[in-house]
T-cell receptor, first 115, second 112 residues
């Protein structure tokens, strides 16, 4: 399977704990995105990487959130001191970055529940 | 600020008939639009896209229409099939801006 993969698929944590999610994009894709999706809403942009450089961050990404893509391949999203409002589906997407290629390929998401 | 809106949360259509899903946007700088389909427990999958230099793009049973003056796009599915039952999201971007804005989705139910 050469699609975008995310791990874990589900995470239940207690308020105040830290969590980390991983995303493995399609191997030749140099652009990687993180989104958050809550019930009844579409994906909301969180942050974007081109290779290892984090080029844009949404205002939604508070100081408790940090994302990395250290070698320009997989990426991690960490949430510190989780709050109940962080409960959501966290989606990762990648795209090739070739001129004219705007299609993003999404992973299955990580569903976070904060108790 | 919701720059992409899908005002119909759900749509029910009989198998074989046409499904029309609508999307409105507010940012006149958007010049690339996409439709994604999402099944439960899966990530969204790309369906069809259109550039602002076109007003129509067709791919099999799926056609997207763009009305720039009205800042409106629609997705037509003809004929609708039960397997099309899913949540459909429209998304918009400014070319090479690398940021995509999604609508809230429309849940399509195609009845056999």
């Amino acid at each position: 399977d050469t699609g975008v993969s995310q791990d874990p698929r589900h995470k239940i944590t207690k308020r105040g704990q830290n969590v980390t999610f991983r995303c493995d994009p399609i191997s030749e894709h140099n652009r990687l995105y993180w989104y958050r999706q809550t019930l009844g809403q579409g994906p909301e942009f969180l942050t974007y990487f081109q290779n290892e450089a984090q080029l844009e961050k949404s205002r939604l990404l508070s100081d408790r959130f940090s994302a990395e893509r250290p070698k320009g391949s997989f990426s991690t999203l960490e949430i510190q001191r989780t709050e109940q409002g962080d409960s959501a589906m966290y989606l990762c997407a990648s795209r090739s970055g070739q001129v004219g290629d705007n299609e993003q390929f999404f992973g299955p998401g990580t569903r976070l529940t904060v108790l | 600020d919701q720059q992409v809106k899908q005002n119909s949360p759900s749509l029910s259509v009989q198998e074989g008939r046409i499904s029309i899903l609508n999307c409105d946007y507010t940012n006149s700088m958007f010049d690339y639009f996409l439709w994604y389909k999402k099944y439960p427990a899966e990530g969204p999958t790309f369906l069809i896209s259109i550039s602002s230099i076109k007003d129509k793009n067709e791919d099999g049973r799926f056609t997207v229409f763009l009305n720039k003056s009205a800042k409106h796009l629609s997705l037509h599915i003809v004929p609708s099939q039960p397997g099309d039952s899913a949540v459909y999201f429209c998304a918009a971007s400014i070319y090479n801006f690398n940021k995509f804005y999604f609508g809230s989705g429309t849940k399509l139910n195609v009845k056999p």
